[in-house]
Structures are given as C-alpha cells and as structure tokens.
C-alpha cells in the first residue's frame, strides 16, 4: 500500500517566519494530496490539497507544491502566527477516497 | 463543506465492555469512514462504510471488533466492543463530498476513549 513518510516532526518558527512541512509518497499512482491542521482536541480541518495535474497552489498564506516526478510535495505557511500553532498532516490517495496519512508535524510559533 | 458531528465527544469505559459511537452528517453523502488516531500518532483507516452493504475493512481490523452500521446517506456507527486500554485513542469519522474526480474528505470532531 502506500506510505507517506513527513518531516520534519516537530517545527518550531518565531511568528513572521515561514514554515516549510515536507511529504514523500511511495505509490506513483497517488494524485491527491490533501494537508490537514489538527488543533488540541479536535479533529483534522482541510487547510488545503492538491491534485496530481497540478504543481503548485496557493491560498492566502499557504502554499502546496508537488513534484511528481521526485514523489514529493509540501507546505509552506508564510507569516506565520500564534494560531497557526497545531499539528499538521500530509495525505496521499490513489483514488481520491483511501487517504495514507504521515505521521504529522507539530508546529509551534513562537511569539 | 459538511458539518459531522459525533457522539460521544468522550468517554471512560471499562475493561470488556462496549461502546458505540454515532457519526451524523449534516447532508447525505455516499462514502463515510472511520479512523484511529493513537495517541500522539497519526490517522489509521479502520473502514470504509457505504449506504446499503457491508462496511469494507482495512488490514489489522476485523468486523467483530469494530461492528459499523450505515443505515442511511447521513448516519453511521462504530462500535468498538470488548475493549481492552489498547482501544483507548482517538475514533474519527469523515465523508467525502465533491464532483467525480474532484472529492474531498472532512473530519469529524472525534470521540476520545479511554479504556480503563
């Protein structure tokens, strides 16, 4: 099956700085890629994803890119502020449904 | 996006006993799922629950530990039965929505369990 693997796991960026989350998947087949924020008891909230016949998106201060041919992709949080703070997980899916999930990055922003 | 709400939000339980967990959604949708998320880790699927036939479950996960009802397009259950504390985590139900080709999966709030 597919395996994601997500560095690195624990961030730590002072509020302004950007924030760089990195994601490889193991099955060329994968083309959905979508990045979940999970705050202190809640559950993950969409923040973004990106299809496989796209190599870059944005909105707002996040930015996903993906290079299919390295079977990478990643998130970047410009600006970053205090609520910005949580953990963060990339996916993959071959279908669209199935998501593999990495095993997270804790972002903390410093004030 | 949908809104899924779960019941119980959390829950203490005993060794050998059995809880069920209710996921409502707010709209109809075709595919609903179940997650785990030990603690500190990451989401693990448990199984895939579709309106009208049996949930299909992930390796490692088997029917008589985690019975799943779907009985409509908006509603969904998991039981987790004769729990032991390694069943204490995170249970997690989400929905896809969207077009063909274009469907997006949103969470729930989770329902944590502790198994004492």
């Known amino acids: 099956g597919e395996n994601v693997e997500q560095h690195p796991s624990t961030l730590s960026v002072q509020e302004g700085d950007s924030a760089v989350i990195k994601c490889t998947y193991s099955?060329?087949?994968?083309?959905?890629f979508p990045w979940y924020k999970q705050e202190l008891g809640k559950g993950p909230q969409l923040i973004i994803d990106?299809?496989?016949?796209?190599g870059e998106k944005k909105d707002q201060r996040i930015a996903v890119t993906l290079n299919k041919t390295a079977k990478h992709f990643s998130l970047h949080i410009t600006e970053t502020q205090p609520e910005d703070s949580a953990v963060y997980f990339c996916?993959?899916?071959?279908?669209?449904?199935?998501?593999?999930f990495g095993a997270g990055t804790t972002v903390t922003v410093r004030a | 996006s949908a809104v899924i709400s779960q019941k119980p939000s959390r829950d203490i339980c005993q060794r050998g006993t059995s809880l069920t967990i209710q996921c409502q959604v707010d709209?109809?949708?075709?595919?609903m799922f179940w997650y785990r998320q030990q603690p500190g880790q990451s989401l693990t699927l448990i199984a895939t629950?579709?309106?009208?036939?049996?949930?299909?479950?992930e390796s490692g996960f088997v029917i008589d530990k985690f019975p799943i009802s779907r009985p409509n397009l908006t509603f969904s259950t998991l039981t987790v039965s004769n729990m032991s504390p390694e069943d204490s985590s995170i249970y997690l139900c989400?929905?896809?929505?969207?077009?063909?080709?274009?469907?997006?999966?949103?969470f729930g709030p989770g329902t944590r369990l502790l198994v004492l």
């Open positions: 989400s929905v896809d929505q969207g077009g063909w080709a274009q469907e997006t999966q949103y």
């Open positions: 099955d060329s087949a994968s083309n959905y």
């Open positions: 990106i299809r496989s016949n796209v």
């Open positions: 996916a993959a899916s071959i279908d669209d449904y199935k998501l593999s």
């Open positions: 709209s109809q949708v075709t595919m």
């Open positions: 629950a579709n309106q009208g036939s049996e949930a299909t479950y």
